[in-house]
């Protein structure tokens, strides 16, 4: 049973190119949670998806950010026009279907190995 | 607004101590609290999870406690080893809409020197 994947896990781009980051969950699972960590920083919430639907969002720059989490396929951040200060790793978190309002182990979220982003 | 504060920032401790790391947090109604484990330029290892419900949890070595009414979680490990070096966060989740969102501490990085 293979984890939440991520690639690229490194990725470099130069200043004004556009970064996209891919995150497929856990078999099973259709909750995505993307986080950022800047250098030293701990790890902030950005966006919040289920299946071709984006829940919350208030985590992600206005401009710039989209995330995506089509029906087939992987989920997709995506970082148009990147400045230095988006250098960061990001971190992809799926949880099971149903996390269920008395509690267990369905709300448990499972991380990524994460994608280092380098901007020139 | 929900924040995470966790005690030590840093902790060199000799191998086979017993340590406590602390998490607190000013929101006490939380859905549930996940104590992870990172090393360096690695990705997140969840070690435990703590429902909203529960006191505490163990595996191994480890062993988490919950009080929600004060806002505080501790992470007890015992006879630490130098493979217990790294960076231990500290989550807590806020059920909201139907998902849990992860407020994280800016966490405590722990050295086990042999």
């Known amino acids: 049973n293979a984890g939440v994947m991520q690639n690229p896990r490194h990725l470099v781009r130069r200043r004004g190119q556009e970064a996209r980051l891919r995150c497929s969950p856990v078999?099973?699972?259709?909750?995505v949670y993307w986080y950022r960590q800047l250098p030293e920083e701990g790890l902030k919430f950005m966006v919040y998806?289920?299946?071709?639907?984006?829940?919350?969002e208030s985590g992600m720059p206005k401009e710039r950010f989209s995330a995506e989490f089509p029906k087939e396929g992987p989920s997709i951040l995506r970082i148009q026009q990147v400045v230095r200060g988006d250098s960061a790793a990001y971190f992809c978190?799926?949880?099971?279907?149903?996390?269920?309002?008395?509690?267990?182990?369905?709300?448990?979220?499972?991380f990524g190995p994460g994608t280092r982003l380098t901007v020139l | 607004k929900q924040e995470v504060t966790q005690i030590p920032a840093a902790l060199s401790v000799p191998e086979g101590e017993n340590l406590v790391l602390n998490c607190s947090f000013t929101?006490?109604?939380?859905?549930?609290l996940q104590w992870f484990r990172q090393d360096p330029g690695k990705g997140l290892t969840s070690l435990l999870l703590?429902?909203?419900?529960?006191r505490e949890q163990t595996s191994g070595r480890l062993n988490a406690s919950l009080d929600k009414s004060s806002g505080r979680s501790t992470l007890y490990i015992a006879a630490s080893q130098p493979g217990d070096s790294a960076t231990y966060l500290c989550?807590?989740?806020?059920?909201?809409?139907?998902?849990?969102?992860?407020?994280f501490g800016a966490g405590t990085r722990l050295a086990v020197h042999p």
């Open positions: 929101d006490s109604a939380i859905y549930n």
């Open positions: 978190a799926s949880s099971p279907s149903s996390p269920g309002l008395a509690g267990g182990p369905d709300n448990e979220q499972f």
């Open positions: 078999k099973g699972h259709s909750h």
């Open positions: 998806l289920q299946k071709e639907n984006i829940i919350d």
């Open positions: 989550a807590v989740g806020g059920f909201s809409g139907g998902y849990n969102k992860l407020i």
């Open positions: 703590i429902q909203s419900s529960q």
